[in-house]
């Protein structure tokens, strides 16, 4: 095997073989090669592409770059994956709904990629958690517990880490058949049953039109049943935050006062639609509604915060968290309003220039080693279609210096449009796929 040949064939717009593929992808993990001949094979996979066949080979190639795990327990394992957006939380909602309604969910998630938030960094905006846990550490939780959301240790996909930090760093994020093999081989790498994939689409997500995310779950749908593991994606909407702040800490308030609130709003409905999938197609509900229901009633009554509560008190949280969870988390030290400028409804929500501008604000990563301030962001972003009259605020920055500050009340400014009539509003579910 030859690095500069299999570049050479995806240069040409050719499918390296199975063998080819496998090779590239343990050499990824074990530094075979190299990072100039990493950052080429992304571009020409982002550039040219893979056929169905080769995203399949490539995905399994990389899941099998290390360790499967393997579960005996007494239900169904199951895991759930969006592709991406702003505002987007749902992980931390739906992992303990989904234990408390029986299942085992070994969530192994990123961190930040691009103007998205990342899962493990909200999460670890909490004091104390500690997601970096070894293979027996997260067993035991997931079966103590129900849940457990954990970055992937070193032996898990080790061929998507480095390949996770190269698409960062060389543009090519958006890639449908590197973002399919990413997502999928951390996924079937924890030796789930079934998986839900949630694609998100709209100015928020790396998918801007209902078409392109037709495309990635058709993509990641097919790949992952032909790779043995039973699943569906629902497409929703991303015009707009899913909670109307962006932000770690600010995201986590937004998870607790639903937690331990009335449980209403988008983003429940999105846990609800993709809880109603996994629960129907393990045989833990009759059908999708059924499965819906169940996690909505796990969220309003109470059942997700204590498994919340227990999951992150073993993973090193404080034990009291979802009962004083105000006290725990960090808070930004300049706060400022973004007010409009004239009258009118909220016609359009720039998400990822709200994501850059957390970015810059220092809630996200420019570079790979960056240091993430969980207490920066965006908040009480208001929503799509609101009446809102001059001096009227739009939404309030958390930073830490004034210069911050100043620049994203600019950014934010930028990013929502204002327009003499109310805009259709779209629906947060938009279709189902697999």
């Known amino acids: 095997m030859d690095a500069r040949a299999i570049l050479a064939k995806l240069r040409h717009k050719q499918t390296p073989t199975k063998e080819e593929l496998a090779w590239m992808a343990h050499g990824l993990a074990d530094g075979t090669i190299t990072d100039a001949q990493a950052g080429a094979f992304a571009m020409a996979v982002c550039l040219n592409g893979l056929s169905d066949v080769g995203r399949v080979a490539l995905t399994i190639a990389m899941r099998d770059s290390g360790r499967v795990l393997h579960w005996d327990v007494d239900g169904p394992v199951l895991d759930k994956h969006s592709t991406g957006g702003i505002g987007d939380c749902v992980s931390l909602l739906l992992a303990p709904a989904l234990a408390a309604c029986g299942a085992y969910v070994p969530m192994i998630s990123g961190r930040g990629l691009g103007h998205t938030g990342g899962t493990l960094d909200k999460l670890e905006a909490i004091p104390g958690v500690n997601t970096h846990l070894s293979e027996a550490e997260l067993k ?57 994939l949630d694609v998100k689409v709209g100015s928020g997500a790396f998918m801007k039109t209902l078409a392109e995310g037709q495309a990635l779950a058709e993509a990641l749908t097919k790949t992952a049943n032909a790779s043995k593991c039973r699943t569906t994606a629902v497409i929703s909407d991303m015009s707009q935050p899913l909670v109307p702040s962006v932000g770690n800490a600010l995201e986590v308030a937004e998870v607790m006062r639903l937690l331990t609130g009335n449980g209403r709003g988008p983003i429940v409905d999105v846990a609800a639609a993709l809880g109603g999938v996994l629960l129907a197609n393990s045989g833990l509900a009759q059908d999708v509604q059924e499965g819906a229901d169940a996690v909505v009633h796990a969220i309003r009554k109470g059942y997700a915060a204590e498994r919340f509560a227990r999951m992150l008190s073993a993973l090193g949280g404080p034990v009291n968290f979802v009962d004083d969870w105000r006290r725990f988390l960090p808070e930004a030290t300049v706060i400022r309003q973004v007010n409009a400028v004239q009258d009118g409804y909220v016609a359009r929500i720039d998400g990822q220039a709200l994501g850059w501008a957390v970015v810059g604000l220092g809630g996200g990563r420019m570079y790979e080693e960056d240091r993430i301030n969980p207490a920066v962001g965006i908040s009480d972003v208001v929503r799509l279609g609101t009446q809102v009259k001059k001096g009227q605020t739009l939404a309030v920055v958390h930073a830490v210096r004034s ?28 279709e189902r796929v697999g």
Do not use: H
Request: some cysteine; glycine content about 8%.
């Open 140 to 196: 035991g939780i997931v079966r103590q517990v129900g849940c457990a959301i954990v970055g992937a240790t070193s032996d898990i996909a080790p061929a998507d880490k480095r390949l996770y930090a190269v698409r960062d760093n060389s543009s090519t994020v958006d890639s449908l058949d590197l973002i399919t093999a990413s997502i999928l081989s951390k996924k079937l790498a924890a030796g789930i049953d079934g998986l839900v």
């Open 403 to 430: 210069d911050q500050a100043d620049a994203a009340v600019r950014d934010t400014l930028q990013a929502i449009t204002l327009s003499g009539s109310r805009p259709k509003v779209p629906d947060q579910i938009l």
